[in-house]
């Protein structure tokens, strides 16, 4: 887990090779900045660059076994380590000495800290390089966080920023601004600011500072829908419409929201895990995860009722000219209908 190697970095246990996988660029870049607070020598000015797209391995091998000029340690980032993934060598503009980092990963040099980046879903674990830098460095994996360890790490992103965040607002800051790190990071920064980076978020801070994401929103509003709450569900509806969201986009969200609610359910009948089905239907994995924990999901005969209903309703929309919010009001006014 990417918390206790951030946690080992900030005690000072750096290691001299890393390698940096996966397509979270947040967690990569974060990694990366701990790295540099915790060599005292190092800033961003003197941390090294190279793109293994365009320079061989060798000249990062050059590098780091040339003996820091200042510092007591230098600090390398070789970014893009195509060699580490199934690749189409005749794509490839630069051609790489494996075996020259083979034998260098067996004794690194003990004035560098190299971090090797592969920015990649999937790496080609057949490749002997691939096995020995899972032998020889410390592997910080960087896929999407979901769960308990996206509210950890919303809380030491506060944590970073002076304030202070409880585990319950901070699943309420997701909710709100979705599961984005990226988007996270920014209003969590936002909120610092507000609060002159000093004290506890409130629950009252969150809803004030932070917008909620449409697709957020349209997953409450499905679930107040689902469960027969029309007061509830109109009040939300009318909010949307409030922020400028039109009818028509409202109903393409619900009707995604109950296809992917159809799908999980199925899935998870067959004996698939959260991850599994994240990956087969290409979502993030806490959008699974809110429709897994969710007791109250109607039948699939229900889904796919309401379902029909709404391809029903989309077309309404389309093709009247009156009060298009009207169209939708009514559906959300009859949650029972159908059954």
């Known amino acids: 887990m990417v918390n206790a190697i951030w946690k080992k970095i900030s005690n000072g246990n750096i290691e001299p090779v890393y390698l940096l996988t996966g397509i979270e660029q947040q967690l990569i870049d974060t990694t990366v900045q701990r790295l540099i607070k915790a060599m005292p020598d190092i800033d961003a000015a003197t941390v090294i660059r190279f793109d293994l797209e365009e320079t061989p391995i060798e000249a990062v091998i050059e590098e780091a076994d040339t003996l820091p000029f200042l510092e007591e340690r230098k600090l390398i980032i070789a970014n893009h380590a195509t060699f580490l993934k199934a690749a189409d060598k005749s794509k490839e ?3 790489h000495n494996v075996s020259l980092l083979e034998q260098w990963l067996e004794n690194p040099s003990p004035t560098a800290v190299v971090v090797f980046v592969a920015p990649y879903e999937k790496l080609d674990g057949r490749k002997k390089i691939t096995k020995l830098f899972q032998q020889k460095a410390v592997v910080v994996e960087t896929s999407p966080l979901t769960g308990r360890d996206l509210t950890t790490w919303v809380q030491q992103e506060a944590a970073s920023r002076g304030i202070t965040i409880s ?23 936002k909120i610092a600011m507000y609060m002159d980076g ?4 409130t629950g009252q801070i969150v809803e004030m500072l932070v917008p909620r994401q449409p697709e957020m929103d349209v997953f409450r509003l499905t679930d107040a829908y689902m469960t027969g709450n029309v007061p509830e569900t109109i009040k939300i509806y009318h909010d949307l419409l409030r922020n400028g969201e039109e009818p028509i986009m409202l109903t393409s969200l619900i009707a995604g929201q109950i296809r992917l609610m159809i799908h999980v359910s199925s899935l998870v009948k067959k004996g698939y895990h959260q991850q599994q089905i994240a990956k087969t239907l290409n979502v993030h994995p806490y959008r699974v995860k809110l429709i897994m924990e969710n007791r109250r999901i109607p039948s699939m005969q229900r889904l796919l009722r309401i379902l029909e209903r709404l391809a029903h309703i989309d077309h309404q929309l389309k093709s009247t000219g009156g009060k298009r919010e009207r169209v939708l009001e009514i559906f959300f006014m009859d949650p029972m209908r159908g059954e």
């Open 167 to 189: 585990g319950e607002i901070a699943q309420l800051l997701v909710t709100m601004a979705g599961d984005s790190l990226l988007a996270l990071s920014s209003e969590i920064a």
């Open 93 to 95: 503009k630069i051609v």
């Open 198 to 201: 000093d004290g506890e978020v």
